[in-house]
């Protein structure tokens, strides 16, 4: 099956459980894994993205983590590996090791650095770089239109489409406009590149105005109902899934709404402890641990969606 075939439908973007001295603990990990892959409808895994706390973790922590989710995963599962980093000549040697450890394909993230602004043609040198060192298919992902220069301009997102290996992007501009904008002018310059969209908060309406796939966090949380709204919208029987999105949407703007927004990460392994999937969830510093009143508005908004989705 080809790497467009393979990313339809829902790819659960993943966490990374960590032990009390805060390394990566593996076997936490593969449970999790097998357990978000063990639900109906979950064609695939984005690892080692923003939810697996990548720019946290070391090169060689990343590559360990693709090792231990291809030790628990068929190879029915598609494994996409985020791709982080500062330095072009680091990220180069991580794409080689993502390849070697059984990723199926990578997903390329803007430098954080780029937020304070940066040129086109250094964006285009850092992604043609990157693919160039593999052969695996890669995704790019368009960062939030709030994220300043992380967010790639139309002009940018094209040339950069245009790359050879580039087969699609991560839509997370996590705005409704800007998504259909850059649907529409991706899809003119070639009818099939991929977007997949992502926008926990606002899927349904990505499903409305056309989605490929999704790769999505709330997919590790409540991967049923991610599943299930993904095929109402795909059945086009649209009552059910503005159900669905009812459910789900005070717990999306819970984790991903409420401020600062550098808390989602920390929300979404307290949802996996609060639902029993996880024994901690300890960031990696200097993220802190939420505030107690947080945990009551995360629970609130978990049993609702679940004690929903189990009435439905």
Same mark, same amino acid.
């Given at each position: 099956?080809?790497?467009?075939?393979?990313?339809?439908?829902?790819?659960?973007?993943?966490?990374?459980?960590?032990?009390?001295?805060?390394?990566?603990?593996?076997?936490?990990?593969?449970?999790?894994?097998?357990?978000?892959?063990?639900?109906?409808?979950?064609?695939?895994?984005?690892?080692?993205?923003?939810?697996?706390?990548?720019?946290?973790?070391?090169?060689?922590?990343?590559?360990?983590?693709?090792?231990?989710?291809?030790?628990?995963?068929?190879?029915?599962?598609?494994?996409?590996?985020?791709?982080?980093?500062?330095?072009?000549?680091?990220?180069?040697?991580?794409?080689?090791?993502?390849?070697?450890?059984?990723?199926?394909?990578?997903?390329?993230?803007?430098?954080?650095?780029?937020?304070?602004?940066?040129?086109?043609?250094?964006?285009?040198?850092?992604?043609?770089?990157?693919?160039?060192?593999?052969?695996?298919?890669?995704?790019?992902?368009?960062?939030?239109?709030?994220?300043?220069?992380?967010?790639?301009?139309?002009?940018?997102?094209?040339?950069?489409?245009?790359?050879?290996?580039?087969?699609?992007?991560?839509?997370?501009?996590?705005?409704?406009?800007?998504?259909?904008?850059?649907?529409?002018?991706?899809?003119?310059?070639?009818?099939?590149?991929?977007?997949?969209?992502?926008?926990?908060?606002?899927?349904?309406?990505?499903?409305?105005?056309?989605?490929?796939?999704?790769?999505?966090?709330?997919?590790?949380?409540?991967?049923?109902?991610?599943?299930?709204?993904?095929?109402? #919208? %795909? /059945?086009?029987?649209?009552?059910?899934? !503005?159900? &669905?999105?009812? *459910?789900?949407?005070? +717990?999306?703007?819970?984790?991903?709404?409420?401020?600062?927004?550098?808390? #989602? %990460? /920390?929300?979404?392994?307290?949802?996996? !402890?609060? &639902?029993?999937? *996880?024994?901690?969830? +300890?960031?990696?510093?200097?993220?802190?641990?939420?505030?107690?009143?947080?945990?009551?508005?995360?629970?609130?908004?978990?049993?609702?969606?679940?004690?929903?989705?189990?009435?439905?």
């Amino acid at each position: 099956m080809s790497a467009k075939k393979s990313l339809d439908g829902i790819h659960a973007a993943t966490v990374a459980p960590l032990k009390n001295d805060f390394s990566i603990d593996h076997t936490v990990l593969k449970d999790h894994i097998m357990d978000v892959c063990s639900n109906h409808g979950i064609k695939g895994l984005l690892i080692n993205g923003h939810a697996g706390e990548n720019a946290q973790l070391s090169s060689l922590e990343k590559t360990d983590v693709v090792r231990s989710v291809r030790e628990v995963v068929s190879n029915c599962i598609f494994v996409t590996s985020g791709l982080y980093s500062e330095n072009t000549l680091n990220a180069v040697k991580e794409a080689g090791d993502a390849e070697c450890a059984g990723a199926d394909a990578l997903l390329v993230f803007p430098p954080n650095g780029w937020a304070l602004g940066q040129e086109r043609r250094t964006i285009v040198a850092h992604h043609k770089a990157i693919a160039s060192a593999t052969q695996l298919p890669i995704l790019l992902y368009q960062a939030p239109v709030f994220a300043a220069g992380m967010a790639y301009d139309t002009d940018t997102l094209l040339e950069l489409a245009a790359i050879d290996g580039v087969i699609g992007v991560k839509e997370g501009s996590w705005e409704v406009a800007r998504y259909d904008a850059n649907l529409r002018v991706l899809k003119k310059q070639d009818p099939e590149f991929i977007v997949l969209g992502s926008g926990d908060e606002h899927l349904l309406a990505s499903y409305m105005m056309g989605s490929d796939g999704s790769q999505v966090s709330m997919a590790s949380v409540v991967p049923e109902m991610v599943v299930a709204l993904w095929e109402a #919208a %795909n /059945s086009g029987t649209w009552e059910k899934a !503005k159900f &669905l999105h009812d *459910l789900m949407y005070p +717990l999306s703007t819970a984790i991903y709404g409420a401020s600062p927004s550098g808390r #989602a %990460n /920390s929300r979404l392994k307290t949802c996996l !402890k609060i &639902l029993g999937k *996880l024994p901690s969830d +300890l960031m990696r510093p200097p993220t802190q641990g939420l505030p107690q009143e947080e945990y009551q508005v995360l629970k609130k908004a978990l049993d609702f969606a679940i004690e929903g989705f189990e009435s439905f």
